[in-house]
C-alpha cells in the first residue's frame, strides 16, 4: 500500500485549493473549493472520503461542501478552527440530506485526529492567529424571523438534527425549540443568530496541519516464520504488517521476530496555511513548528500562501530551519490559470472555430512560473509519501506537457475537420454579411456563464447570466456555483473590470444551483472594489438569512443591500431606471415557493425576458409578450414531459412554444439537463438558439446566430 498528496485545486482562479490526501484505505480532504467537484468529474472520485480538515472559517476553502455530500455514502467528519459549527450550520440553506451523517470538530493546539480506517496515521493541527486581531463578541439576540427560515427548507429538520448531534455547544449560543408541523417531537432547529454584529475584518484563526504516514515496516522475512512455524496464508499478512499471532500448539509470534531491520518512522507531510502578512509572524514563530525542524521524515511541504509571503525572509527562513523537504507552491500568481476542464474546453474551442464572436473566451496557455527551490503545483499532480515511486509525479496533471501536446494536437485536427464543413462555411458566410439586427451592437451583450441544471458538468456549469451594459455597468441573473471561475475563464484579469462595473446581482429562487456561486462574487468584487458601493442583491427572503448568517460566521461581514423579490416595492425598478434606463417587473412563476421570472425592458424598445425554472406561465407569457429575447427554462428532452411536471421544468418543445405564445422575436434556451447530449440540438427551429457556457450574444447578432444550429448538428458527429 502506498500514501500519497494529490492537488485537486492550485489556488488559481479557476481551482480553488484542494488536496486529497490518501493513506493506505484511508481518504481525507484539505479544504474543498467551490467548483471542485465538477474539476474532477470523470477523473477522481470522492467517494470513499471519511474525513475533511479546513485551513479557514471562509467560503474560499469550503464553497465545494454542498457538492460534495451528495457524493459520499457513509457522512463526514469535518475539523477546523473555533467557529466551524456555526459555519457549518448555514449549509442547511442549500442543501437537503437528511439522512447524512455529519460530525463537526473544532481543534485546538492539543488535537491529535486519527485517520479513520488508517489508525495508525493521524492528523495533527497548528494554529495560528491574526496579529491585528480584535476580538469583538457579538450580542446575542433571540431572532424569530431566522429561526422561521429555518423552516422554509423542506428536510432542515432532520438535517440540523446531524449538525447538532452532540457537538461542541458553547455557552454564547442559545438553542432555540421549533416545532415540527411533520414531527410529533420537538426538534431544535436553529440557534438565534445576533441581529447586531460587529465583525473584525479577518478571521483571528487559520490552521496549518502535519499528516503523519504510519511508520514503515520492515522487511517480512519468509524464510524465518517458516522456521517459526508459521504457515504460508493470512497469518504471513497479519505479521508482515505488524502484528502477532497464534500457533496450534498456543505459541505466540511476533512480527518483530520474523522481520529483517527495524521500522521506520512514516513519512510526514505539512499543509502550511499562511494567508496574509497579518498571520506571518505568528507563523513562523509558532512553537509547534519545533518538533518538526530536525526531523528527515519531514518529506514535502505544500505552501497555500501567497507569493509575496513565500518570499517573505521570514517566510523563507522558517522553510530553511526544515531538513530539506520538498516545497509545493499553491497560489494565484505562479499556478496555471488555463483551462483544466478538459471536455468543456475541447466543446468551447469547437464552437470557437464555428464562431470567433459568440465564443471568445480567455485561456492563458500552459506557461506557469517558475520558482526557486519550489515546485508549482499542477491540478491532479500527486506527491507519493511512500511507496516505489516516493516524490513529485506530474504525469497525470492536466497542465503535463504531454496532456498540453495532446490537446493541441486535437485543436489542430479538429480546426481542419470542421473548416471543411459546407455547414459551417456557409455558417461563416452568414455571419459575414452586414447584419440588419434592429439594436446598435453597444445596446446589451448578453453571456451565458452556466447553462446547465441542478448541477454543474464538465461541459455546462450551473445557472447564471451576465448582461453587460457596457459603459453603463453590469448585470447578473444567477450565481450557481463556479460563477466567479466561469468569469475568469471568460475574461482573464479583465474579470476584475466586470466586477467592479456589477451593479446587481438579480436571484430567481432559492435552489442551490442559481446561488451557490453569490458568495464568491461577493467577497471578489469586495476584493477588487473595497467598500465603495455595497453590490445590489435582489432575490428570494431565503437568500438574504443565507448571505446574511455566512457573513456572521466567516467573521468578515460582506458588503451588499438586499431587496426581496417582489412587486410591491419600486426601489428595484427605481434603481435600474437611474442607471440602466430600464424598467423590470418580476414575476412569480411554475416552480418551487418564491420562485421568479424577470422581465426588463429599455427605454429604446429593446425587452429581454428571463423565465428562471419554471413550467410554461401564463403569466410570464402575459408580461414578455411581444420581447426581444426570451431566455427560457428547457431542462428536458420532448419525451421526458412527465419528468419535467414533476420537476417543475420545461422541455425544448414547451421553451418553444412559449416563445410562439409571447410573440418573443428570438427564443434562447438553457438550464440544460445532464441527461441530454452535450449539443442538444436534435432539428433546427426557426430563431431559436441554443446557449452553451461562454457564449455571447449581443442585440445585434440575433438574425444570424439560430443558424448555428446546422453546423451543430455536424459538429455532434465530431466530438
Known amino acids: 500500500m502506498s500514501s500519497f498528496l494529490q492537488i485537486l485545486g492550485t489556488s488559481d482562479n479557476n481551482c480553488p485549493t484542494s488536496i486529497l490526501a490518501t493513506v493506505n484505505q484511508a481518504k481525507i480532504l484539505f479544504n474543498i473549493g467551490e467548483g471542485t467537484s465538477r474539476l474532477i468529474k470523470g477523473h477522481i472520485k470522492l467517494g470513499k472520503v471519511s474525513q475533511l480538515f479546513t485551513t479557514a472559517i471562509d467560503w474560499s476553502n469550503w464553497g465545494g461542501f454542498g457538492d460534495l455530500v451528495y457524493d459520499l455514502p457513509n457522512g463526514l467528519h469535518v475539523y477546523g478552527s473555533t467557529g466551524l459549527i456555526d459555519f457549518a450550520l448555514v449549509s442547511r440553506y442549500h442543501l437537503y440530506a437528511p439522512r447524512f451523517k455529519l460530525d463537526i470538530h473544532e481543534l485546538d493546539e492539543t488535537s491529535q485526529v486519527a485517520l479513520l480506517l488508517e489508525g495508525e496515521a493521524f492528523v495533527t493541527s497548528i494554529h495560528v492567529k491574526n496579529v491585528d486581531y480584535e476580538l469583538v463578541q457579538p450580542t446575542i439576540m433571540l431572532n424569530q424571523s431566522l429561526v422561521d427560515q429555518a423552516m422554509l427548507n423542506e428536510g432542515d429538520a432532520d438535517w440540523f438534527k446531524y449538525l447538532q448531534h452532540a457537538h461542541y455547544l458553547h455557552e454564547n449560543r442559545t438553542k432555540v425549540p421549533v416545532q415540527s408541523e411533520n414531527r410529533e417531537e420537538t426538534l431544535f432547529l436553529c440557534y438565534d443568530r445576533p441581529s447586531t454584529f460587529v465583525s473584525p475584518t479577518a478571521p483571528d484563526e487559520v490552521v496549518s496541519y502535519a499528516l503523519h504516514t504510519p511508520d514503515i515496516l520492515p ?148 506557461n506557469p512560473v517558475v520558482v526557486d527551490g519550489a515546485t508549482v503545483g499542477k491540478v491532479f499532480s500527486k506527491y507519493v509519501l511512500s511507496g516505489k515511486k516516493q516524490g513529485y509525479d506530474d504525469s497525470m496533471s492536466l497542465h503535463s506537457k504531454s496532456t498540453f501536446q495532446q490537446l493541441t494536437n486535437w485543436e489542430n485536427e479538429t480546426r481542419e475537420t470542421l473548416l471543411k464543413l459546407e455547414s459551417v462555411q456557409q455558417y461563416h458566410t452568414q455571419r459575414n454579411k452586414q447584419c440588419d439586427g434592429p439594436f446598435p451592437n453597444d445596446a446589451v451583450e448578453i453571456v451565458f456563464l452556466g447553462t446547465g441544471a441542478a448541477e454543474s458538468s464538465q461541459t455546462r456549469n450551473e445557472s447564471s447570466i451576465l448582461l453587460r451594459m457596457f459603459d453603463r455597468g453590469n448585470i447578473l441573473l444567477d450565481a450557481g456555483s463556479g460563477t466567479y471561475n466561469q468569469l475568469y475563464t471568460k475574461y482573464g484579469e479583465g474579470v476584475e473590470d466586470i466586477l467592479v462595473n456589477l451593479k446587481c446581482l438579480w436571484i430567481s429562487h432559492k435552489h442551490p444551483d442559481h446561488n451557490q456561486g453569490l458568495l464568491r462574487i461577493l467577497r471578489k468584487r469586495q476584493q477588487f472594489l473595497g467598500n465603495k458601493e455595497p453590490l445590489l442583491i435582489i432575490g428570494p427572503k431565503f437568500i438574504k438569512g443565507y448571505i446574511n448568517e455566512y457573513s456572521m460566521a466567516e467573521v468578515g461581514q460582506y458588503y451588499y443591500k438586499y431587496i426581496e423579490n417582489n412587486n410591491e416595492s419600486t426601489e428595484f425598478n427605481d434603481f435600474l431606471n437611474s442607471n440602466f434606463e430600464i424598467s423590470a417587473k418580476c414575476i412569480l412563476v411554475e416552480h418551487c415557493q418564491d420562485a421568479w421570472g424577470l422581465v426588463l425592458t429599455h427605454k429604446s424598445g429593446w425587452k429581454i425576458v428571463y423565465s428562471g425554472d419554471t413550467r410554461p406561465c401564463q403569466v410570464l407569457i402575459d408580461e414578455g409578450r411581444g420581447c426581444t429575447v426570451l431566455i427560457h427554462d428547457a431542462t428536458f428532452l420532448p419525451e421526458d414531459i412527465e419528468l419535467a411536471m414533476i420537476k417543475n421544468h420545461s422541455t425544448i418543445d414547451e421553451a418553444v412554444t412559449v416563445g410562439h405564445q409571447m410573440e418573443a422575436s428570438y427564443t434562447i434556451l438553457t438550464h440544460f439537463s445532464q441527461r441530454l447530449d452535450d449539443i442538444p440540438v436534435q432539428e433546427y427551429r426557426e430563431n431559436v438558439i441554443f446557449a452553451f457556457d461562454m457564449m455571447s450574444i449581443n442585440l445585434c447578432d440575433l438574425p444570424v446566430l439560430p443558424l448555428l444550429q446546422y453546423p451543430l448538428m455536424d459538429l455532434k458527429d465530431i466530438l
Open 219 to 366: 522487511k517480512f522475512n519468509v524464510k524465518r516464520a517458516r522456521e517459526l512455524g508459521v504457515k504460508p496464508g493470512p497469518m504471513f499478512g497479519i505479521l508482515s504488517k505488524g502484528g502477532s499471532v497464534t500457533l496450534d500448539d498456543g505459541t505466540v509470534i511476533h512480527s518483530r521476530e520474523c522481520v529483517i531491520g527495524d521500522a521506520q518512522p512514516g513519512n510526514i507531510a505539512i499543509i502550511a496555511y499562511c494567508p496574509s502578512s497579518s498571520y506571518l509572524d505568528n507563523f513562523v514563530e509558532h512553537s509547534q513548528w519545533e518538533e518538526y525542524y530536525g526531523l528527515e521524515n519531514v518529506t514535502v511541504i505544500i505552501h497555500i500562501t501567497p507569493q509575496d509571503i513565500y518570499l517573505h525572509e521570514k517566510y523563507q527562513e522558517w522553510i530553511s530551519k526544515f531538513r530539506g523537504p520538498h516545497s509545493i507552491l499553491l497560489n494565484d500568481t505562479v499556478c496555471s490559470g488555463a483551462s483544466v476542464l478538459d471536455k468543456s474546453h475541447k466543446i468551447t474551442y469547437a464552437l470557437q472555430i464555428i464562431d470567433p464572436e459568440a465564443f471568445s473566451f480567455h485561456n492563458r496557455g500552459n
